[in-house]
């Protein structure tokens, strides 16, 4: 019995070294323009989408030809280091991103794949301790640990 294997590569270590280091070269050249933010301050923040950028881009542009609208107590120079920030990182967050999803894809289908052929494993490992074959007995007692199913049964509450 074979199963379908969809994902079939094997990621050199030296491709896995190279790709970690260069990550860590770029978030080190981004380190000091970089702000995190707790989940508490980021609730309180306006979100930018997609809209919200076009029309800070637009205002942008607004102030560039028509700046005596821009009222006083507006920091513009800060509005503009702003916008030129939400700018410029733009095609980086959009290049992260879809790495980022690539990379949790393939861990889900090559994760996936290995778990069904883990189980197929200890189900004959389970199959065979059940029928006195002494090896099999304490590599199924070490995995039943692992692949005991937790119930799902709530207790009553007194």
């Given at each position: ?16 070294l190279?790709?970690?280091?260069k ?16 989940a ?37 120079p800060?509005?503009?280091k ?21 990379i ?12 069904t ?5 200890y ?36």
């Amino acid at each position: 019995m074979s199963s379908n294997n969809q994902f079939s590569a094997e990621i050199p270590q030296s491709v896995i070294l190279e790709v970690t280091q260069k990550l860590q070269e770029i978030r080190t050249l981004l380190a000091p323009y970089l702000q995190g933010l707790t989940a508490e301050e980021r609730e309180t923040l306006f979100k930018m989408g997609d809209k919200t950028v076009a029309t800070v881009q637009k205002v942008k542009s607004y102030i560039d030809t028509n700046s005596e609208f821009v009222p006083n107590y507006m920091d513009e120079p800060e509005f503009l280091k702003d916008e030129a920030v939400v700018s410029g990182l733009s095609p980086v967050y959009n290049l992260t991103t879809q790495l980022s999803s690539d990379i949790n894809d393939t861990m889900t289908l090559a994760g996936s794949e290995a778990i069904t052929a883990a189980l197929l494993y200890y189900g004959s490992v389970k199959e065979a301790a059940s029928k006195g074959i002494a090896t099999a007995k304490p590599i199924y007692e070490d995995l039943s640990e692992r692949f005991t199913r937790k119930s799902s049964k709530k207790t009553p509450k007194p």
